[in-house]
């Protein structure tokens, strides 16, 4: 049976996870426990993906087997996905985004997994997410451009509007992390707690008829809207790179330069 709780809401429905059951015996706080809950569901998936990543690419052949040929399928697409979002420069930032989706992906369909939860339905991970991307996006910025270059970003054309644009340019910069993180955990609460409900509903009738599933279309709609959430916010992060990464010629001569070394010595990927 679904128990209250979740993503923060107090009352609302929550699928239970065989997780919570164990953290229970330590985190006594109903909201500490649901916090400890997604954030161990988030490790352990980030553990499941290193593990997979280790046991899919130590026997790498020149002549590929099918499953080999899967996951380079993979990379060429995510590889495909970041060229068109960022440019000749996005192999620099393909394990970034490729990470970013595959992790993200699998945390959102955590929720139609029996006994499991989902971690971005909780405000803590994709808060954690988005302050991630936030961090590499300012350090990429500085890195490609210079001090010099990343201010000049805020200030913008022409340069008499700086009083104008410099506030307007670090307002949308804080905002950036706020709007990835509320957009996925909204959506993935939304999806987890509208299944919850739709099992409490079913669950009266299970002793007394067949098992009646009306929550299977919702599950349906997870599969796609988990894909969807983890492509939002893959996409969002390359608009947000190549906002800093990806300007006019003459935005200066370290921008050049940097762009110019980046496209002499891409980084190597596995064919």
Same mark, same amino acid.
């Given at each position: 049976?679904?128990?209250?709780?979740?993503?923060?809401?107090?009352?609302?429905?929550?699928?239970?996870?065989?997780?919570?059951?164990?953290? &229970?015996?330590?985190?006594?706080?109903?909201?500490?426990?649901?916090?400890?809950?997604? $954030?161990?569901?988030?490790?352990?998936?980030?553990?499941?993906?290193?593990?997979?990543? !280790?046991? *899919?690419?130590?026997?790498?052949?020149?002549?590929?087997?099918?499953?080999?040929?899967?996951?380079?399928?993979?990379?060429?697409?995510?590889?495909?996905?970041?060229?068109?979002?960022?440019?000749?420069?996005?192999?620099?930032?393909?394990?970034?985004?490729?990470?970013?989706?595959?992790?993200?992906?699998?945390?959102?369909?955590?929720?139609?997994?029996?006994?499991?939860?989902?971690?971005?339905?909780?405000?803590?991970?994709?808060?954690?997410?988005?302050?991630?991307?936030?961090? !590499?996006?300012? !350090?990429?910025?500085?890195?490609?451009?210079?001090?010099?270059?990343?201010?000049?970003?805020?200030?913008?054309?022409?340069?008499? *509007?700086?009083?104008?644009?410099?506030?307007?340019?670090?307002?949308?910069? *804080?905002?950036?992390?706020?709007?990835?993180?509320?957009?996925?955990?909204?959506? $993935?609460?939304? &999806?987890?707690?509208?299944?919850?409900?739709?099992?409490?509903?079913?669950?009266? *009738?299970?002793?007394?008829?067949?098992?009646?599933?009306?929550?299977?279309?919702?599950?349906?709609?997870?599969?796609?809207?988990?894909?969807?959430?983890?492509?939002?916010?893959?996409?969002?992060?390359?608009? !947000? $790179?190549?906002?800093?990464?990806?300007?006019?010629?003459?935005?200066?001569?370290?921008?050049?330069?940097?762009?110019?070394?980046?496209?002499?010595?891409?980084?190597?990927?596995?064919?």
């Amino acid at each position: 049976m679904p128990h209250e709780g979740g993503g923060g809401e107090g009352g609302v429905p929550h699928n239970p996870s065989f997780l919570a059951l164990i953290l &229970e015996h330590f985190f006594h706080n109903h909201q500490t426990l649901v916090n400890a809950e997604a $954030i161990s569901a988030s490790v352990i998936t980030a553990a499941v993906i290193v593990l997979l990543a !280790y046991l *899919l690419t130590r026997n790498m052949q020149r002549v590929p087997n099918r499953l080999q040929a899967a996951v380079e399928w993979v990379v060429e697409q995510l590889d495909g996905f970041t060229r068109n979002a960022i440019g000749p420069q996005s192999r620099t930032y393909l394990a970034l985004v490729g990470t970013l989706f595959i992790y993200i992906l699998l945390m959102n369909l955590g929720g139609v997994i029996p006994l499991w939860t989902s971690p971005t339905a909780n405000m803590n991970v994709t808060i954690a997410l988005a302050i991630s991307v936030f961090i !590499y996006v300012q !350090y990429e910025g500085i890195r490609v451009n210079g001090i010099k270059g990343y201010f000049r970003h805020f200030v913008g054309e022409p340069v008499w *509007l700086a009083p104008l644009n410099f506030p307007l340019h670090v307002i949308g910069e *804080l905002a950036r992390p706020v709007s990835l993180s509320v957009r996925l955990f909204g959506n $993935i609460f939304g &999806e987890d707690t509208v299944i919850a409900v739709l099992i409490a509903l079913v669950a009266p *009738l299970v002793i007394p008829f067949k098992f009646i599933p009306l929550h299977f279309p919702m599950l349906l709609l997870s599969l796609f809207t988990s894909f969807v959430q983890a492509m939002v916010f893959a996409i969002l992060t390359c608009i !947000y $790179i190549a906002g800093f990464v990806v300007h006019e010629d003459g935005h200066g001569e370290h921008h050049a330069e940097a762009h110019t070394a980046i496209d002499q010595h891409p980084p190597r990927v596995p064919a």
